[in-house]
């Protein structure tokens, strides 16, 4: 996780309730290092865990953003 995320996952209580109104907007890479994938992965149940992590998580009024990388320079290219 990163120092930003690791920052305000620290500022949140662990059992907090959020009300029903709010929304929340994760990174799509987050899902790689918090979802830990099947042994016997496929593209749908890859998917079906991601989907599973983010209700479960942080409910259904979350979207999550996959951004593309046009430089193959970028420290991200590789979780791409």
Known sequence: MS???LLLK???????QFSQDNMFVI???YLLHAVIWPP???YDKICN???SYVRHHLGLNTV???EGYESSNS???AEQ
Do not use: C, I, M
């Not at 620290?10 to 907090?16: A, C, G, I, R, Y």
């Open 3 to 5: 120092v930003l995320g």
């Open 64 to 66: 999550v953003v996959f």
């Open 40 to 42: 016997d992965a496929t």
């Open 27 to 29: 990174d799509g890479g």
């Open 75 to 77: 420290t991200k290219a």
């Open 10 to 16: 620290s500022k949140v209580e662990p059992h907090s």
């Open 49 to 51: 865990s991601y989907v």
